[in-house]
């Protein structure tokens, strides 16, 4: 079920059009950049794995910190000293992720966790997916190739319940709604004070860009078991929470906050400056 405003089809059609051609104008370029945002809160053992794992394909990387006291500062300092380090004024997980969007400067944006349960090399999977004309990338542990060595008998069943009611509500195919990684061409998102600013918020992303009709893909992700910390999950209540957004987000005024990169073209196309003004690559604006 995709929603459509306003312009209907024609407006879809169009934005199928106008993004290709940036994409192309992007690849064409060969200029594009890869954002990664890591939102972390006492993950100094998690970082040690994952920065070191971090693809060449990744320009830039946005550490925000909610406080650590466990050192994950000075690990990401010693181990990717490039990193730009923000301290998170916001709370919870969306927060962080906000924060590292406003920071980041790259046309594609990744979001993984700290923890050290997620692969960065399945980033350079998500990219292609971006670059062969998906608008947002989810990881998925349920695909062939993916799996997780974290889920527990009921975390299992409540993630393809979960599953299985966001498909019935959204009319997509998604087997995994619920992993944290994912990847979007940075446009995709306007309104980032309208979305939650707790875990919700990923999930947010991917109900509004299948209502906007954008197009959706997956890729296999492995999830191994975190490295230290404490994890923050608590299966019933955080599964309760994410049903009760994926019933919320099906209210008609939502998708007024989260716009196809066909509206942001049509609406900003006048007013934008052309990239030799702003810089020597063009982008998407945010």
């Excluded at 406080?67 to 916001?90: E, K, M, P, Y």
């Excluded at 230290?228 to 049903?243: E, F, H, M, N, V």
């Excluded at 906050?257 to 609406?267: A, K, T, V």
Aim: charged share 25%; aromatic share 6%.
């Amino acid at each position: 079920m995709a929603l459509t405003t306003g312009n209907g089809t024609a407006a879809r059609d169009a934005f199928t059009l106008r993004d290709l051609g940036a994409r192309v104008e992007l690849l064409h370029q060969s200029r594009f950049r890869v954002s990664l945002v890591i939102p972390v809160l006492n993950e100094a053992r998690g970082m040690q794995r994952v920065l070191p794992a971090i693809p060449r394909c990744v320009d830039e990387v946005i550490v925000v910190d909610g406080g650590s006291t466990d050192g994950t500062l000075d690990v990401v300092r010693t181990h990717l000293a490039n990193a730009r380090c923000i301290q998170q004024t916001s709370r919870g997980k969306g927060g962080a992720i906000k924060e590292g969007l406003r920071a980041a400067t790259g046309d594609i944006i990744v979001t993984m966790d700290g923890d050290g349960s997620m692969d960065p090399s399945d980033i350079e999977s998500a990219v292609a997916a971006l670059l062969d004309g998906a608008d947002f990338v989810k990881g998925s542990r349920a695909l062939d190739g993916g799996g997780s060595a974290d889920f527990t008998p009921i975390r299992r069943r409540g993630n393809a319940a979960l599953a299985l009611f966001a498909n019935l509500f959204y009319g997509q195919k998604w087997t995994d709604i619920t992993y944290g990684f994912n990847a979007y061409w940075r446009g995709v998102i306007v309104d980032m004070d309208a979305l939650s600013e707790g875990f919700e918020f990923e999930i947010q992303l991917a109900l509004r860009s299948a209502r906007v009709g954008l197009k959706l893909a997956e890729v296999p992700c492995w999830e191994a078991p975190r490295v230290g910390g404490a994890s923050k999950l608590k299966p019933l209540r955080d599964g309760w929470a994410i049903l009760r957004i994926m019933i919320s987000e099906l209210h008609p005024h939502v998708p007024a906050n989260f716009r196809s990169m066909c509206d942001i073209y049509l609406d900003e196309r006048d007013t934008r400056r052309p990239p030799s003004e702003t810089s020597s690559r063009p982008v998407i604006e945010l």
